[in-house]
């Protein structure tokens, strides 16, 4: 069966600097890899939505890629800030419409 | 914009009583989707509903049971509960002009004792 994955180790990163995420699936490569925020006891809040066919995305300082031969897509939060500290949570889905499933979250801190 | 609406947002039950979780998804959506969300732990999906027909069925226990009204609002109901069902219990919502992704409600926090 096919697996996605995040590093579930939290990400401690400096204001300003980058922070970038990974997400590993295994098999066949999902028809979309979504990227969404989570904060505490809170539900998930969309982020981004990357299709197989496409190789970047992008929406103000987030950034998203998809390597299928890596099989791998990577989250790039640039200039990042304190406020970006949150869960930030993969997902794959096989379609529009379809499911998703999540691949365990990477817990980001932004320190001042 | 209207959001995904979840009610109660936290309820408490003893062991062995029943509980029923109410979601609202967003107007013109087809598609909602139930998750459970244990501490620590990633959304697991549960069950979702297309047009109110069953659409796709996860990792939902017997005792749990769904539907989708002719409103479109859906219900998620949970029968001899137990200690290990304290989650936080997501509805998401997706279709109309939307491109896949799913909008999530606040949640409603369900605690055993």
């Known amino acids: 069966s096919q697996k996605i994955e995040q590093n579930s180790e939290a990400l401690n990163i400096q204001e300003g600097k980058t922070a970038t995420l990974t997400c590993n699936y295994t098999?066949?490569?999902?028809?979309?890899l979504q990227w969404y925020r989570q904060d505490p006891g809170r539900g998930p809040v969309f982020l981004l939505l990357?299709?197989?066919?496409?190789k970047e995305k992008r929406k103000e300082r987030l950034k998203v890629t998809f390597d299928t031969t890596l099989k791998q897509s990577l989250f790039h939060i640039t200039a990042s800030q304190p406020a970006d500290s949150a869960t930030y949570l993969c997902?794959?889905?096989?379609?529009?419409?379809?499911?998703?499933?999540f691949g365990g979250g990477t817990r980001v801190l932004v320190k001042p | 914009a209207a959001g995904v609406i979840q009610s109660p947002r936290h309820l408490i039950k003893e062991k062995r009583e029943t509980a029923t979780l109410k979601c609202y998804p967003i107007?013109?959506?087809?598609?909602v989707y139930w998750y459970q969300q244990g501490p620590g732990q990633d959304p697991q999906f549960l069950i979702s509903?297309?047009?109110?027909?069953?659409?796709d069925k996860g990792s939902i226990p017997d005792r749990f049971s769904a539907q989708q009204f002719s409103d479109y609002h859906s219900e998620l109901n949970m029968s001899s509960l137990e200690l290990g069902d304290s989650a936080l219990y997501f509805c998401?919502?997706?279709?109309?002009?939307?491109?896949?992704?799913?909008?999530f409600g606040e949640g409603s926090r369900l605690t055993v004792l």
């Open positions: 998401a919502s997706s279709g109309g002009l939307a491109g896949g992704e799913l909008f």
């Open positions: 098999n066949y490569s999902p028809a979309y």
């Open positions: 997902a794959r889905s096989k379609a529009a419409g379809n499911k998703l499933t």
């Open positions: 990357i299709r197989e066919n496409e």
């Open positions: 107007p013109r959506h087809d598609t």
């Open positions: 509903f297309y047009e109110k027909m069953q659409s």
